[in-house]
């Protein structure tokens, strides 16, 4: 073995030598290429081997695909793959992986509105899981109506959708970055590191600290809507108008509700775009009126439901928003990114830092200050533009109008933390960032030496100094990811869900968990348990509770409450009374079995007749049968009817009218966007200018 090696070590030596004297030699013509003043045979080879005109011919080609749709789709790619690295440690698909957010198994459950759609069809449009039930698609928390989460929940379930989600929030929000750089005419390296640094953002990242699934997934919806506003205010056309309508309904339904009222706050500014040299709104006003339209629309699934139901919930206030924090404090969270810094509440802050981290590195907020000092004449409007909605999402995060507000429209006070408006500030910097990058770059820069020589006569390659920027610029990403990385830890939770399954019941009964624990909500939920006394974000008006069968507490109950098992190390109490369904009459209360899911309800019983009550929250588009016989719903806080003595089966169902009104607007908002579109392509652009084509 030893000798074949040796042989053929030799053998390959003996050709690498052959080779060498054949091409390393250097060639009499001037095509040698040398760099640092050594000859390389490699390059001049490849020089010599490809024909001038077919060199000159291969450049021009590929400089016109790098121009065109080519270099736009290499520009997307690169966002695409930073967004894969930022969130690399979500990309851990097994479900009991899951981020170390304290609140993640509590924010994934409007997810479950996929998997009851999969698995028994409109029974999904009743939250059976949590507290009594309540109307899924009038929960304006969740964003599970969104198409990004709805898609990766019935691909990869609700941990594996929520992962997907996250990633792809923060994609679509580099996206909404790079689009803005385009429709402002930014540079390609502008446009695509202002879209990495969003991508990044702590504004962004930095809610999946607290555990969220749907604020970084409003954010990117949000960021993408801004860019259209600003697409429709420079570029005036119909289909400008119909794209921000989409995506302000898609905005519309992914959730929360902050960002979706900062973009409001942006509507001066936008105005402000699309004065007339005497002062006055440009036609185009009546495009943004369409695209209002069109995105109520659209969002009409959740839009109607949620008007329908709303004033029967309530929700934490803060008139006096607290969790703000002071206007001329908020820039410096721009550039600070220590940790130590972030969870603690100095400057005036909460110590929380899903609610004021938006480090975005120096490097852009020195490059947005330049672009206000080196801005040309002509686009004086739109830095002006730009820098008052940075300043007034600043201001309205400080708290100081909504305060205002709040004494006036009470319902603003549920707004509490005001202070994650400020996120929407980033896209307003970073674009101003990216304008003055370019500014820069126009500047006469020395040229560095390279030392490559190409021919005997040819002059050094050299290049401009202005490519050291790429240090500080690499640097600002690096420390975004290092940060990053610290809100995007992971939790193995598998040994909650391997204990959860000594809490199941005979059939739908409520359990309870400790409160404020919400790691246990979504193993208890995947389990296919209903839960009660779960601490949400919203809650019924004047509603009580349902008693739970089980519970598992910290604290020892008093008296001879037996505990049954153990959850982990947690005590297990059983409370034999608490049925979910019975019959009560004269006699007494009798137990029925009940089976079902969701909004799709099945209850037995033997009875000597009287009023069956079931503990789930009555609201209006339940209807039930008894033994195959529609009957009328009594009035409580609870599903009830009157059923005879014998046998009966009781069958609930949920299908309420406003979801059907909400599912026409939003088929009607489809074919209107469908058919104006088509017509766009076939009339001349809109009064007020025709579409432009941004520079790559």
């Known amino acids: 073995m030893i000798?074949?090696?040796?042989?053929?070590?030799?053998?390959?030596?003996?050709?690498?030598?052959?080779?060498?004297?054949r091409y390393a030699r250097p060639p009499t013509d001037a095509s040698r290429v040398s760099v640092l003043g050594i000859y390389s045979p490699v390059l001049t080879r490849l020089k010599i081997a490809v024909p001038p005109s077919l060199q000159q011919a291969r450049f021009s080609s590929l400089r016109s695909a790098l121009q065109g749709n080519l270099g736009l789709i290499l520009e997307i790619a690169v966002i695409g793959v930073w967004a894969l690295w930022i969130g690399r440690n979500l990309l851990n698909f097994d479900p009991h992986v899951w981020p170390a957010g304290r609140e993640f198994g509590f924010q994934v459950y409007g997810l479950h509105l996929w998997e009851q759609l999969r698995a028994c069809g409109l029974c999904a449009l009743w939250n059976g899981m949590l507290n009594g039930g309540a109307p899924f698609l009038s929960d304006p928390f969740t964003g599970a109506l969104h198409p990004v989460p709805a898609a990766a929940t019935l691909i990869a379930g609700v941990i594996g959708?929520?992962?997907?989600?996250?990633?792809?929030?923060?994609?679509?929000?580099?996206?909404?970055?790079?689009?803005i750089g385009r429709v402002i005419g930014l540079g390609r390296f502008s446009r695509v590191w202002t879209a990495l640094v969003a991508t990044g953002g702590a504004h962004l990242v930095s809610h999946v600290d607290v555990g969220s699934v749907s604020l970084p997934l409003s954010l990117a919806a949000v960021t993408l809507a801004l860019a259209s506003a600003l697409d429709l205010g420079l570029n005036r056309t119909r289909k400008a108008a119909l794209r921000f309508g989409v995506l302000l309904g898609l905005a519309f339904l992914a959730g929360h509700g902050y960002y979706q009222v900062a973009l409001v706050f942006w509507a001066p500014w936008i105005a402000l775009l699309i004065l007339s040299p005497r002062n006055r709104l440009d036609l185009v006003w009546r495009e943004y009126l369409l695209a209002l339209g069109l995105a109520l629309l659209l969002a009409g699934i959740f839009l109607v439901p949620f008007l329908h139901f709303w004033p029967e919930a309530v929700k934490f206030t803060d008139p006096a928003f607290k969790t703000s924090q002071p206007f001329e404090y908020i820039p410096l969270n721009l550039v600070i990114h220590d940790w130590e810094f972030l969870?603690?509440?100095?400057?005036?802050?909460?110590?929380?830092?899903?609610?004021?981290?938006?480090?975005?590195?120096?490097p852009a907020v020195v490059l947005a200050i330049l672009a206000l000092a080196l801005g040309r004449m002509k686009d004086r409007r739109l830095l002006l533009s730009l820098s008052l909605g940075a300043l007034s999402m600043m201001w309205l995060a400080s708290g100081v109008p909504l305060r205002w507000l709040a004494g006036v429209v009470p319902m603003v006070a549920g707004f509490r933390h005001a202070a994650i408006m400020a996120g929407l500030a980033i896209p307003a910097v970073l674009a101003m960032a990216g304008y003055g990058l370019d500014r820069l770059a126009e500047l006469r820069w020395p040229r560095l030496a390279l030392g490559v020589r190409m021919g005997e006569a040819g002059s050094t390659r050299s290049v401009s100094a202005a490519w050291l920027l790429l240090v500080p610029f690499g640097a600002a990403l690096h420390a975004a990811d290092r940060l990053d990385q610290s809100f995007l830890a992971s939790l193995d939770r598998s040994r909650v869900y391997e204990s959860i399954g000594v809490m199941k019941t005979p059939d739908l009964q409520w359990v309870a968990m400790p409160g404020g624990e919400h790691f246990w909500v979504e193993p208890a939920l995947d389990s296919g348990l209903k839960l009660t006394a779960v601490s949400t974000l919203w809650?019924?008006?004047?509603?009580?509770?349902?008693?739970?069968?089980?519970?598992?507490?910290?604290?020892?109950?008093?008296?001879?409450?037996?505990?049954?098992?153990?959850?982990?190390?947690?005590?297990?109490?059983?409370?034999?009374?608490?049925?979910?369904?019975?019959?009560?009459?004269?006699?007494?209360?009798?137990?029925?079995?009940?089976?079902?899911?969701?909004?799709?309800?099945?209850v037995t019983c033997q009875t000597s007749g009287g009023r069956l009550v079931v503990q789930e929250n009555a609201w209006t588009g339940w209807s039930a049968e008894v033994n195959g016989e529609e009957v009328a719903l009594e009035e409580g806080q609870w599903l009830s009817v009157r059923?005879?003595?014998?046998?009966?089966?009781?069958?609930?169902?949920?299908?309420?009218?406003?979801?059907?009104?909400?599912?026409?607007?939003?088929?009607?908002?489809?074919?209107?966007?469908?058919?104006?579109?088509?017509?766009?392509?076939?009339?001349?652009?809109?009064?007020?200018?025709?579409?432009?084509?941004?520079p790559c």
Do not use: H, M
């Open 161 to 179: 959708g929520a992962k997907i989600t996250l990633v792809a929030s923060f994609f679509l929000a580099g996206i909404g970055q790079w689009w």
């Open 539 to 602: 809650w019924w008006k004047d509603r009580e509770l349902p008693a739970p069968r089980a519970e598992a507490r910290r604290a020892a109950l008093d008296g001879g409450t037996p505990i049954c098992c153990q959850l982990d190390d947690l005590p297990v109490y059983r409370y034999p009374a608490n049925e979910y369904a019975t019959v009560e009459n004269r006699t007494g209360t009798v137990p029925c079995s009940a089976q079902g899911s969701g909004g799709d309800l099945r």
């Open 643 to 694: 059923v005879p003595s014998g046998p009966v089966e009781v069958r609930f169902r949920y299908f309420p009218p406003d979801v059907l009104i909400g599912a026409l607007l939003t088929l009607t908002g489809i074919v209107l966007v469908v058919a104006l579109w088509i017509r766009a392509g076939r009339s001349p652009a809109i009064p007020g200018g025709e579409e432009r084509a941004p």
């Open 343 to 362: 969870i603690s509440p100095v400057l005036g802050k909460a110590p929380l830092p899903s609610l004021n981290a938006l480090y975005i590195g120096w």
């Open 3 to 21: 000798a074949a090696a040796a042989l053929i070590a030799v053998g390959l030596s003996y050709g690498l030598v052959l080779l060498l004297r």
